[in-house]
C-alpha cells in the first residue's frame, strides 16, 4: 500500500521562518531598485526616464543569458552546501556592492553619454548578481519537502513575505529622510530641489536596505535543507533547454501566460511617480504600497485555500479575471476623484479600489511559483530527470523581463504624460494624474484578463498532480 505522501511534514517554524525572512530581504532589494531608480536617474542625475527604461529593458534581456547559465549550474552542482544553497552564498556580496552603487551621484553626469554607459553598466552587473540569488532562492523551494501540499503552503507564507519586502523601500525611504539632517523637509514636497541632500537620501536607502536584506537573505543558506535532491550531472545546453520547455507543455503555458500579463508589473514600476502626482509626495508612495499590499498578502494567504477548492487553473483564472473587473473600477474610481477631491465617498472609494486591486496578485506573485514546482515534477515524472535549475532560471527570466518590460512601458506614459516637465512645480495636470492612473490600474487589469487565455489548457491539478507525486515518491524511495 502506497503511503499518502501528503499527509507527511518536512519543515520545521524554524525553516519556514528562515526561506520568508530570506525571501523578504531579496525583494526588498528588488523593489527598491524596481521602484526608486528611474527616479534617482531623471531627478538625480538629470537623464531621460523613457532612455533609462530603455536602457533597463536591454539591460534584462542582455543579461538573460545568466539565467540558463546559472540553472544550468545549480543543476549539476556538487557542493556539499546544496545546489542551491552554494550559488546563494556567491552572489550576497556582488549584490550587496552594485544596489548601493546604482545609487551613486556620479560626479560626471553632464557628460550624458557617460552617464548613460554607467547605468547601463551597473545595472546589468547587478541584474547578474541578482540572477545568481534569484534563481536558487526560487528553485530550493521545490527542494524543500516532497510534499506537494506543503510545498504549496510554505510557497504562499514565503511569497507574502516576499510581497511585503518588495514594498519595504517605500517605509524605508521614510525613515531614512528622517535620520538625515534635513532629510525629512526635503523629500516631503514635489518641487523641491536640494540635490545633494536628495542624493544622499537615496544613497542612504540603498546601503540600509542592501546591508539589511543581504543579511536576511543569507538566512536561508544557513538554515534550510534541501530534501529532493536528484543529480543531474549532465551539462544543459540552450537546445537541451529549449527543447525541455518544448516537452514540458504546463510549463510552457504558465511561461506564455506570464508574458502576457506584464503588465500587472507596471503598478510597482511607476509606484513612486504615481504617488508624486495622486497624493503630492514621494513619501507617501507608502499609503499606495502599504493599502495595495494588504490586498495582495490576504490575497495569498487565500491561495492554498482557494487551490482546494478550485485547484490551481481556477486559482489562477478567478484571480485573474477578478483582477481585470477591479483595476477598471479603481481607474473609474479614480477617474472622478481627481475632478472632485473633496468627495469624502470618492476618497474612501478610491483607497478602498487600491485595496481590491491587491486582493488580485496572488495569481501573479505565487501561482506561478506553485505551477513551476508542479511542472518540475511533471518534467521528472515524464523523462526520469529533475531540472528545477533550468525551469526556475526560465520563470525568473521571466519575472525580469516582465517587470523590466512593465516598468519601461509605465515609465513611457510616465514620459507621456509632461509628469517631469510639472515636477519642479509640483503641479500636475488632469491629463497628465489620468495617463499615470490609466498605466497604474486599467491597463494592467486588462493584459491580467489576457493572461487567462492560456491557463484553460494548463492541466497538472487534482488527480493528476497526486498521482504524480506519488509515483515519484516511490520511485524515490526503490533508488
Known amino acids: 500500500m502506497t503511503q499518502d505522501i501528503t499527509k507527511q511534514k518536512y519543515l520545521n517554524f524554524k525553516e519556514i521562518a528562515a526561506y520568508s525572512l530570506g525571501l523578504f530581504g531579496f525583494q526588498a532589494i528588488v523593489g527598491l531598485l524596481n521602484s526608486y531608480q528611474a527616479e534617482f536617474d531623471g531627478s538625480i542625475l538629470g537623464v531621460n526616464v523613457s532612455i533609462v527604461a530603455i536602457l533597463i529593458l536591454i539591460a534584462k534581456i542582455v543579461s538573460a543569458v545568466a539565467d540558463p547559465v546559472v540553472g544550468n549550474l545549480v543543476d549539476r552542482s556538487k557542493s556539499k552546501m546544496g545546489k542551491f544553497k552554494s550559488m546563494i552564498v556567491y552572489s550576497i556580496v556582488p549584490l550587496l556592492v552594485f544596489t548601493a552603487m546604482v545609487f551613486i551621484d556620479v560626479p560626471f553626469k553632464e557628460n550624458k553619454t557617460a552617464t548613460y554607459i554607467w547605468i547601463f553598466v551597473t545595472y546589468f552587473i547587478w541584474s547578474i548578481a541578482m540572477t545568481m540569488g534569484d534563481v536558487p532562492s526560487q528553485g530550493i523551494a521545490s527542494a524543500l519537502t516532497p510534499n506537494p501540499e506543503e510545498r504549496a503552503n510554505v510557497v504562499s507564507i514565503s511569497n507574502t513575505f516576499k ?131 494588504v490586498g495582495s498578502m490576504i490575497s495569498m494567504a487565500l491561495c492554498p485555500l482557494l487551490i482546494k477548492k478550485l ?120 491629463q497628465t494624474k489620468n495617463i499615470i492612473f490609466f498605466a497604474y490600474t486599467a491597463l494592467p487589469g486588462i493584459l491580467a484578463l489576457l493572461s487567462v487565455i492560456p491557463m484553460i489548457k494548463y492541466d497538472i491539478v487534482g488527480d493528476r498532480k497526486k498521482q504524480i507525486s506519488e509515483d515519484l515518491a516511490k520511485n524515490r524511495k526503490q533508488d
Open 163 to 293: 510581497q511585503v519586502g518588495f514594498s519595504a523601500c517605500v517605509v524605508i525611504v521614510p525613515i531614512v529622510c528622517l535620520i538625515i539632517p534635513n532629510g525629512s523637509r526635503v523629500f516631503v514636497k514635489s518641487g523641491e530641489t536640494d540635490t545633494p541632500m536628495i542624493a544622499l537620501e537615496y544613497l542612504g536607502t540603498a546601503i540600509l536596505t542592501a546591508v539589511l536584506g543581504c543579511l536576511l537573505f543569507a538566512l536561508i543558506p544557513l538554515i534550510n535543507k534541501e530534501r529532493v535532491t536528484v543529480s543531474n550531472t549532465e551539462k544543459t545546453t540552450a537546445r537541451d533547454m529549449i527543447f525541455a520547455l518544448k516537452n514540458n507543455k504546463p510549463f510552457m503555458l504558465v511561461i506564455i501566460s506570464y508574458f502576457l500579463g506584464f503588465g500587472r508589473q507596471m503598478a510597482m514600476g511607476i509606484q513612486v511617480q504615481a504617488a508624486t502626482v495622486i497624493l503630492g509626495s514621494q513619501n507617501l508612495v507608502a499609503v499606495l504600497g502599504i493599502v495595495t499590499a
Open 311 to 430: 485547484n490551481e487553473r481556477g486559482t489562477y483564472i478567478l484571480l485573474s479575471v477578478y483582477g481585470f473587473a477591479a483595476s477598471i473600477f479603481s481607474f473609474a474610481v479614480g477617474y472622478f476623484w481627481f475632478k472632485n477631491p473633496q468627495s469624502i465617498v470618492l476618497t474612501v472609494l478610491f483607497y478602498a479600489s487600491l485595496f481590491l486591486i491587491g486582493l488580485q496578485f496572488g495569481a501573479v506573485t505565487l501561482m506561478p511559483m506553485i505551477m513551476t514546482a508542479d511542472c518540475v515534477d511533471y518534467y521528472e515524472h515524464k523523462t526520469g530527470k529533475r531540472m528545477e535549475g533550468t525551469c526556475y532560471s526560465i520563470l525568473t527570466l521571466t519575472i525580469k523581463v516582465c517587470l523590466a518590460l512593465g516598468t519601461a512601458v509605465g515609465l513611457v506614459f510616465v514620459q507621456m504624460s509632461g509628469y517631469y516637465d510639472s515636477l519642479a512645480t509640483g503641479e500636475f495636470t488632469l
